[in-house]
Antibody, heavy 115, light 113 residues
Framework: EVQLVESGGGLAQPGGSLRLSCAASGFIFSSYSMNWVRQAPGRGPEWVSY????????YYADSVKGRFTISRDDAKSSLYLQMNSLRAEDTAVYYC????????WGQGTLVTVSS | DVVMTQSPLSLPVTLGQPASISCRSS???????????LNWFQQRPGQSPRRLIY???NRDSGVPDRFSGSGSGTDFTLKISRVEAEDVGVYYCMQATHWPPWTFGQGTKVEIK
């Protein structure tokens, strides 16, 4: 069974940092591109970042470019999102999603940015 | 970025009756490989989004056959032939043709009358 389990969310102050993780199982992680998608309270999903297999290609949404860094460790079947210079508008549930068109999503981890 | 526009935003439905959600894109979603990367997601209350339909009309594994997708170019539709109680939630269309970024519709909230 394909599983994606996010962790690392919590409360951060404006300007602070958090590192999110996504542990994958049930499939050959290295063969898939991965994404981070977030959903602010009461809003629809918003794509955040993409990383291809072997980390060859990386994309970011304009809203996080220069502040967030996506990475992966295929040996650990894990995806990461380093979030720096956090803002109140980054408050959301963050999901990892598999593949170029999001065929499988995790349960999400809540990030709250507030003083 | 491609803008996805859904209607209606709220859809009260009687159990056992059909439901239909429309999604329009600001430009054609036909990719250079001939495929159209338009997906539909279901988000039940308190859950993460789950993909129901990919490439316009293909049901994901485990999705009941009362869900169907259709359309082409810029106009797409998700239909539920007979709504059941477990279908309550918010439905999103998403395009993955012109990315980055993926873009989503505003969501349609399906509730039981």
């Amino acid at each position: 069974e394909v599983q994606l389990v996010e962790s690392g969310g919590g409360l951060a102050q404006p300007g602070g940092s958090l590192r999110l993780s996504c542990a994958a199982s049930g499939f050959i992680f290295s063969s898939y591109s991965m994404n981070w998608v977030r959903q602010a309270p009461g809003r629809g999903p918003e794509w955040v970042s993409y990383i291809s297999g072997f980390s060859r290609t990386i994309y970011y949404a304009d809203s996080v470019k220069g502040r967030f860094t996506i990475s992966r460790d295929d040996a650990k079947s894990s995806l990461y999102l380093q979030m720096n210079s956090l803002r109140a508008e980054d408050t959301a549930v963050y999901y990892c999603a598999r593949a170029d068109d999001g065929d499988c999503w995790g349960q999400g981890t809540l990030v709250t940015v507030s003083s | 970025d491609v803008v996805m526009t859904q209607s209606p935003l709220s859809l009260p439905v009687t159990l056992g009756q059909p439901a239909s959600i429309s999604c329009r894109s600001s430009q054609s979603l036909v990719y250079s490989d001939g495929n159209t990367y338009l997906n539909w997601f279901q988000q039940r209350p308190g859950q993460s989004p789950r993909r129901l339909i990919y490439k316009v009309s293909n049901r994901d594994s485990g999705v009941p056959d009362r869900f169907s997708g259709s359309g082409s170019g810029t106009d797409f539709t998700l239909k539920i032939s007979r709504v059941e109680a477990e279908d309550v939630g918010v439905y999103y269309c998403m395009q993955a043709t012109h990315w980055p970024p993926w873009t989503f519709g505003q969501g349609t909230k399906v509730e039981i009358k």
